[in-house]
Nanobody
Framework: QVQFVESGGGLIQPGKSLRLSCVVS????????MHWVRQAPGKGLEWVSE????????YYRDSVKGRFTISRDNAKNTLYLQMNTLKPEDTAVYYC???????RGQGTQVTVSS
């Protein structure tokens, strides 16, 4: 059974940092490009970032470039998202995924508010 378990979210003040993690089981993690996607309250799903299967290439939506860093540890089947200089508009449920459109886990809530 394939499982995606996200963690690391929380309530954080603007300008602060959070690191999200996603542990994947039930598939050969190292063979898949991985994505972070998010869904803000009342809005649709939004792609955030992608990393290639070997971690050598990364991609970001414009609004998070320079603030977010995606990474992975294939030995631990784990995907990460380091989020710095957080803004209220980053508030959303964050999901890891194997494509841009299909959240796979339960997500982790990130709330950026003073």
């Amino acid at each position: 059974q394939v499982q995606f378990v996200e963690s690391g979210g929380g309530l954080i003040q603007p300008g602060k940092s959070l690191r999200l993690s996603c542990v994947v089981s039930g598939l050969t993690f190292r063979l898949y490009a991985m994505h972070w996607v998010r869904q803000a309250p009342g809005k649709g799903l939004e792609w955030v970032s992608e990393i290639s299967s070997d971690g050598s290439r990364t991609y970001y939506r414009d609004s998070v470039k320079g603030r977010f860093t995606i990474s992975r540890d294939n030995a631990k089947n784990t995907l990460y998202l380091q989020m710095n200089t957080l803004k209220p508009e980053d508030t959303a449920v964050y999901y890891c995924a194997t494509d841009r459109e299909t959240p796979r886990g339960q997500g982790t809530q990130v709330t950026v508010s003073s």
